[in-house]
């Protein structure tokens, strides 16, 4: 399921695609993922004199790279009464020892990775929690096909005031189509609220387009690297003609 390149990059030998740019994943994931939405700036402005919640939810948790680096500035930037709530969604889970060799790629994350290993572990299916950092970064993976996963999110009620933000990490819409159709959007929308942000390396055509059907307004920022663009965007119903 997992190859590996002379630089130590893994491709999925499912969709033959990278789980990250091979320039710099460390750097990719902060940019698209946690700057795409202004995680620095809105964790930092969370009020401290409440006890509250921020939610993520994420499509395709992988590596795990995305999820480490959204914990690393949680613990650099967030109030201590606040809970990180992290939500992702996984059908090909990574074996701890590849997760591991992964993460090893970036030394910024050995603490993360030890911490998350040490917890990991893939399933067939099923929902599984994991909490760090004495419960205050709590971990959801749903071991399951997108739209399935996020029907189970929605029901289970598992996000009661909606999303504050989206990582749309899946493979590429020409690799793993399945990450970015109608199904997934509705299912995103039910998922958000107004103001819910989104942040994805993808600038495909039909899933701006795909979108901007389900109430949110996208745009296209300079990407990372070799990448030209890619997609920010934010949840507000009121856009839908």
């Avoid at 969370?46 to 914990?71: R, V």
């Avoid at 030394?107 to 994991?130: D, E, V």
């Avoid at 959801?140 to 996963?149: M, N, S």
């Avoid at 994805?200 to 389900?214: C, D, M, S």
Wanted: charged fraction near 15%; glycine fraction near 8%.
């Amino acid at each position: 399921m997992i190859r590996w390149d002379i630089h130590g990059v893994p491709y999925s030998t499912i969709f033959n695609d990278k789980y990250f740019c091979t320039q710099n994943g460390y750097e990719e994931s902060l940019y698209v993922s946690c700057q795409g939405n202004n995680l620095k700036q809105r964790f930092s402005e969370l009020d401290p004199g409440i006890k509250g919640t921020f939610t993520i939810i994420e499509t395709g948790f992988g590596t795990g790279l995305s999820f480490c680096c959204a914990w690393q500035l949680w613990q650099q930037w967030a109030p201590v009464s606040w809970m990180l709530q992290f939500i992702s969604i996984e059908l090909y889970p990574l074996s701890n020892d590849d997760l591991n060799r992964a993460l090893s790629l970036w030394p910024p994350l050995l603490a993360y990775k030890q911490t998350l290993s040490a917890q990991y572990r893939p399933f067939s299916n099923g929902t599984k929690h994991f909490y760090f950092d004495n419960r205050r970064v709590h971990l959801t993976i749903v071991f399951d096909d997108v739209v399935a996963a996020l029907k189970e999110i929605y029901q289970q009620g598992m996000v009661s005031c909606g999303a504050d933000a989206w990582f749309l990490n899946g493979f590429s819409p020409f690799s793993n189509p399945r990450m970015w159709t109608a199904e997934v959007f509705k299912g995103m929308a039910l998922l958000s609220r107004q103001g819910t942000t989104l942040a994805t390396f993808t600038v495909a055509g039909f899933v701006r387009r795909g979108l901007e059907a389900n109430g949110f307004v996208v745009e296209r920022i300079p990407g990372y690297g070799k990448k030209k663009t890619v997609l920010i965007g934010s949840f507000s119903p009121s856009s839908i003609e």
